[in-house]
T-cell receptor, first 114, second 114 residues
Framework: DTAVSQTPKYLVTQMGNDKSIKCEQN?????MYWYKQDSKKFLKIMFS???????INETVPNRFSPKSPDKAHLNLHINSLELGDSAVYFC?????????????FGEGSWLTVV | AQSVTQLGSHVSVSEGALVLLRCNYS??????LFWYVQYPNQGLQLLLK??????LVKGINGFEAEFKKSETSFHLTKPSAHMSDAAEYFC????????????FGQGTTLQVKP
């Protein structure tokens, strides 16, 4: 069983469209994240949620809206997609928050905006 | 400000040779440090982490890293490289006040030559 699974893995869409990426973890973790990896492979946190509550919003544009219906799910909705949104988006989870808790990453969602 | 610097964006070794990937960090609080590996078109997999205690940390696939506070370093080593070790390696710092935010280095691409 995949611990952190996200769908779709590949997504090609036009500028201006709205799209969602879904994420589910079956590890029983309390904390979930979205990270973004740009074309230079640089990784940066976007959001973190603990027990469905938003902990970090790392200066992400309002067009990005995470939603956590329960502790096992953290979906990412993106409105009015722009060319610069093309990246790999990683969902992740950890048992607790901070304090050296291991963060487990999903396989990534490759988003290409044309 | 907290930061992670990986020296060398690209490292090339021969199969069977020593692997050394360098990571230096800056943190105002005791850091938790991680090494992750990313194979092409895949997610990030944890190799090892340092939280507290023993400064020499052993991980998966024969990798190990040593935390040196005086040098603010956490270099990753493996005595003998395998072809399967070719991948992108990321050093990361969790120096947060319980936000779960990982600060990543720029990544190092490891090439293993036959």
């Amino acid at each position: 069983d995949t611990a952190v699974s996200q769908t779709p893995k590949y997504l090609v869409t036009q500028m201006g469209n709205d799209k969602s990426i879904k994420c589910e973890q079956n590890l029983g973790h309390d904390t979930m994240y979205w990270y973004k990896q740009d074309s230079k492979k640089f990784l940066k946190i976007m959001f973190s949620y603990n027990n469905k509550e938003l902990i970090i919003n790392e200066t992400v544009p309002n067009r990005f809206s995470p939603k956590s219906p329960d502790k096992a799910h953290l979906n990412l909705h993106i409105n009015s997609l722009e060319l610069g949104d093309s990246a790999v988006y990683f969902c992740a989870s950890s048992q607790g928050i901070g304090s050296g808790n291991t963060i487990y990453f999903g396989e990534g969602s490759w988003l290409t905006v044309v | 400000a907290q930061s992670v610097t990986q020296l060398g964006s690209h490292v090339s070794v021969s199969e069977g040779a020593l692997v050394l990937l360098r990571c230096n960090y800056s943190s105002s609080v005791p850091p938790y440090l991680f090494w992750y590996v990313q194979y092409p078109n895949q997610g990030l997999q944890l190799l090892l982490k340092y939280t507290t205690g023993a400064t020499l940390v052993k991980g998966i696939n024969g990798f190990e890293a040593e935390f040196k506070k005086s040098e603010t370093s956490f270099h990753l080593t493996k005595p003998s490289a395998h072809m399967s070790d070719a991948a992108e390696y990321f050093c990361a710092l969790d120096g947060s006040s319980n936000t779960g935010k990982l600060i990543f280095g720029q990544g190092t691409t490891l090439q293993v030559k036959p």
